[in-house]
């Protein structure tokens, strides 16, 4: 067990809709990072937080949103969904904020857009 | 953008075999992390590699990092079946600030 908690653990929703998908960091980590992993791309990292700022962006999409509170945990925000966002989508939480840090994952969220 | 290539993409051996998987880049970076993950759960770190020509030791799984810190590889001994699953390396970045990258990994596949 990571002790990071990812929930929904799956989603199936409509093109054009809006979803969120939470997270818990590992007690005690500061850092929460999100990746996207698809068949064809791999993990891909979309955005990180720390301590509730944004720390570093990846390849995250303008239709994409998330935020860290003041508890640490974290919501990434889904917007006008098309049929290509349907991946499994993952948190992680680190104690430190750099890129020399481990990773702890949850178990991800399945997200399906029909 | 630094990119991690592994290799190879797919690797299907018997129980009791070697193997080797590979991964490369043209960048340098400050560390290197290798993940395994396995069907409906998260990536589960390893081993960090964080010094050039560093070699790892986790009982029956052997880690290099690459003298010039571009490279590392992973090597099994005797193959369970337990090893299955999706074998990840993450690169941090020279300046250790930038999230990691990471390789779009080797499925393996052990056969009793």
């Known amino acids: 067990d990571s002790g990071v908690t990812q929930t929904p653990k799956h989603l199936i929703t409509a093109t054009g809709q809006r979803v969120t998908l939470r997270c818990s960091p590992r007690s005690g980590d500061l850092s929460v990072y999100w990746y996207q992993q698809s068949l064809d791309q791999g993990l891909q990292f979309l955005i990180q937080?720390?301590?509730?700022?944004?720390?570093a962006k990846g390849n995250i999409l303008e239709r994409f949103s998330a935020q860290q509170f003041p508890d640490l945990h974290s919501e990434l925000n889904l917007s006008s969904l098309e049929l290509g966002d349907s991946a499994l989508y993952f948190c992680a939480s680190s104690a430190g904020q750099g890129g020399n840090s481990p990773l702890h994952f949850g178990n991800g969220t399945r997200l399906t857009v029909t | 953008t630094q990119l991690l290539e592994q290799s190879p993409q797919f690797l299907s051996i018997q129980e009791g075999e070697n193997l080797t998987v590979y991964c490369n880049s043209s960048s340098v970076f400050s560390s290197l992390q290798w993940y395994r993950q396995e069907p409906g759960e998260g990536p589960v770190l390893l081993v960090t590699?964080?010094?050039?020509?560093e070699v790892k030791k986790l009982k029956r799984l052997t880690f290099q990092f690459g003298d010039a810190r571009k490279d590392s590889s992973l090597h099994i001994t005797a193959a369970q079946t337990g090893d299955t699953g999706l074998y990840l390396c993450a690169g941090g970045g020279a300046s250790g600030n930038t999230p990691l990258v990471f390789g779009k990994g080797t499925r393996l596949s052990v056969i009793a």
């Open positions: 590699v964080v010094t050039g020509g």
């Open positions: 937080y720390y301590n509730g700022e944004e720390r």
